[in-house]
């Protein structure tokens, strides 16, 4: 993972990491600038669209110092220019980061910007090249393995997008509903799903911001060629390779088939797999599975291919589960049914944080199970840091209740 240090100086405008820096039109950042910014300001200002008419008096108010209005012509933009950084990166506290990064240059090149695009276009301009920056000087991201606390069964193979990250569902409500372009290829809610997301982590950063800007945003060549200081003959050529990388990914990813998000069908089989789950009951898990799904455990590199390779893990967790109560509470991630777990914790009156389940689905069967141990992103999807054990049930089993709301008996 990168941290370039400029979130935490942003707390602090006078301890900015860049202070001494400016945006140039491509969103990189060069010497000599003295604009400074309050995101204290940013954070509070109103986050509804300013209307079309609005924009060109925000814009000359922002050129004059006034971060209110700055706050104001940007603000509609950030749920969804984070999403853009999360589609780049595939993390989602690098996504974080990289929003403030970009609002940081958007306001210190208020006076480079020449009004030849949309202020929406320009801060795509600046967000997708502040990403490319990052990556650059990131470089090929090595994420410290994480210790298992058993021993695991070998893995088919070793995962390489080890820094990958869900993403709150919550955080896609309010993104305006702004109609993609004629050259679009993709809907918004599937370039967020997992599979995609992982599939650009894949190809060279120029690939993906070429396939994000064209097909998901649906830019025109000529303005992605301007987004990335190239020609639209090398934008065509880059995304011919970008869209053959990423249908072979999605293609082994199993894509096709998912129920409909948040449909009768999906919440079935969800609530299927966690009470399957939580009783420990390997035969009831696998018979949910496709023969080809996948398990992975981000940022753990392990890879688990097939039910015998699935099965085998699974054989070895809920050996290490032994007697304590598993809790799962449902959320969303990607648009796509996601399980909390909370695991009974003896030396503590409360079940704690054990990795969040993201399902993907294919048909009436779950394809993939991605299980993140980032407990510390429970925050950012609403979820709570313990649960409090409710007291045994007479005739219960310990390790076969799931948390409310699927089936809890407490």
């Known amino acids: 993972m990168f941290r370039s240090g400029l979130l935490t100086g942003l707390l602090s405008v006078r301890r900015l990491t860049y202070a001494d820096t400016a945006v140039a039109s491509n969103g990189t950042l060069t010497a000599k600038a003295d604009r400074k910014w309050d995101p204290g300001v940013v954070e509070e200002a109103t986050a ?52 403030q990064e970009t609002l940081l240059a958007a306001w210190r090149g208020l006076p480079g910007f020449q009004e030849r695009s949309s202020v929406r276009s320009w801060l795509y301009r600046i967000a997708t090249n502040q990403c490319l920056n990052a990556l650059r000087a990131a470089g090929r991201r090595v994420i410290p393995e994480p210790v298992p606390p058993f021993a695991p069964p070998e893995p088919t193979r070793r995962g390489e997008i080890t820094w990958l990250q869900p993403y709150p569902d919550t955080l896609l409500e309010g993104i305006p509903d702004t109609a993609p372009g004629p050259g679009a290829r993709y809907q918004a809610s599937e370039a967020v799903e997992l599979a995609f997301v992982a599939g650009l982590q894949r190809m060279p950063p120029r690939q993906a911001a070429t396939l994000v800007l064209r097909d998901v945003l649906g830019f025109d060549s000529d303005e992605v060629a301007g987004m990335l200081g190239t020609s639209q003959t090398a934008v065509k050529g880059t995304l011919q390779r970008a869209r053959a990388a990423l249908d072979q990914h999605r293609g082994q990813a199993g894509h096709g088939g998912q129920p409909r998000p948040g449909s009768a069908a999906e919440r079935i089989l969800a609530r299927r797999f966690a009470e399957a789950y939580v009783a420990a009951d390997i035969d009831g898990v696998v018979a949910l599975l496709t023969d080809d799904a996948w398990l992975s455990m981000p940022p753990a590199p392990h890879q688990y291919h097939g039910i015998p390779a699935i099965r085998s893990f699974l054989h070895a967790a809920f050996g290490h589960r032994g007697g304590r109560r598993l809790y799962l509470v449902p959320t969303r991630a990607n648009t796509q049914p996601a399980l909390a777990g909370y695991l009974s ?66």
């Not at 924009?55 to 700055?70: C, H, I, S, T």
């Open 345 to 410: 914790d003896p030396a503590r009156p409360a079940a704690v944080p054990a990795g969040l389940f993201v399902l993907t689905m294919a048909g009436e069967k779950i394809h993939a199970l991605t299980r993140f141990h980032l407990d510390e992103l429970y925050p950012r999807f609403g979820l709570a840091g313990s649960l409090p054990e409710p007291a045994a049930q007479p005739g219960s089993r310990a390790g076969h209740r799931v948390g409310r709301p699927i089936g809890s008996d407490s």
């Open 48 to 99: 509804q669209r300013a209307r079309a008419g609005d924009e060109p008096v925000l814009l000359q108010r922002a050129r004059g110092g006034d971060e209110r209005a700055f706050a104001e012509l940007t603000g509609p933009y950030r749920r969804e220019l984070q999403v853009h950084c999360y589609r780049m990166l595939g993390s989602l506290t690098d996504a974080e980061d990289l929003l």
